[in-house]
């Protein structure tokens, strides 16, 4: 079965541009969750969809969005690129998604902000 | 704000060792808790998750889970250098859907 698929792997953007990242979950998995990992604060949650629908959301500025289409597919934008944006973007998939059922993570997408 | 936390290391063990990773957590109503190793540049692999209080084995890898405590730990037994790695812990939010970090912790298996 193949695994979590993020594109793209790499993005360099200028601040104030703005930044579309996409993720294919395991074939079956419904629930997509997003995380962006830095040096300083280490892997912090974005935000968690099931069912084209947004369940849990963590503690970032609205310039950090997402959406789930029906087919599980999900991409997160960040608008409005800030230097301190600069990070890796991990996602990663569930079934369902709860306290039984674990998160596989896909392989990131580098995001530099120059 | 809920936090997990963990000694950043590096933590040294000698080939063979058992190697012995803690993390503490704050949220009482976590439930359910993971333990992924994340190599350099490479994004977090699962290796264990523990539900209930105790021991939990699989191969070379041991969780235990104290929620009195509010302590959970891994022990690697017989380590070996490709086991150098980080290794974060993990506590899933009371919603269930959101994973709670802690900064892991550095493992290096020296041959």
């Known amino acids: 079965k193949a695994g979590v698929t993020q594109t793209p792997r790499y993005l360099i953007k200028t601040r104030g541009q703005q930044v579309t990242l996409s993720c294919s979950p395991i074939?079956?998995?419904?629930?997509v969750s997003w995380y962006q990992q830095t040096p300083g604060q280490g892997l912090q949650f974005l935000f968690e969809?099931?069912?084209?629908?947004?369940?849990n959301k963590g503690n970032f500025p609205g310039r950090f969005s997402g959406r789930q289409f029906s087919n599980s597919r999900s991409e997160m934008n960040v608008s409005t690129l800030e230097l301190g944006d600069s990070a890796l973007y991990l996602c990663?998939?569930?079934?369902?998604?709860?306290?039984?059922?674990?998160?596989?993570f896909g392989p990131g997408t580098r995001l530099t902000v120059l | 704000q809920k936090e997990v936390e963990q000694n950043s290391g590096p933590l040294s063990v000698p080939e063979g060792a058992i190697a012995s990773l803690n993390c503490t957590y704050s949220?009482?109503?976590?439930?359910?808790f993971f333990w992924y190793r994340q190599y350099s540049g490479k994004s977090p692999e699962l290796i264990m998750f523990i539900y209930s209080n105790g021991d939990k084995e699989d191969g070379r890898f041991t969780a235990q889970l104290n929620k009195a405590s509010q302590y959970v730990s891994l022990l690697i037994r017989d380590s070996q250098p490709s086991d150098s790695a980080t290794y974060l812990c993990?506590?899933?939010?009371?919603?269930?859907?959101?994973?709670?970090f802690g900064k892991g912790t550095s493992l290096l298996v020296t041959p």
């Open positions: 990663a998939s569930s079934f369902r998604g709860g306290r039984t059922d674990t998160q596989y």
């Open positions: 074939s079956g998995h419904r629930s």
């Open positions: 949220d009482r109503g976590s439930q359910s």
């Open positions: 993990a506590a899933l939010s009371n919603s269930g859907y959101a994973l709670n």
């Open positions: 969809y099931f069912s084209e629908t947004q369940r």
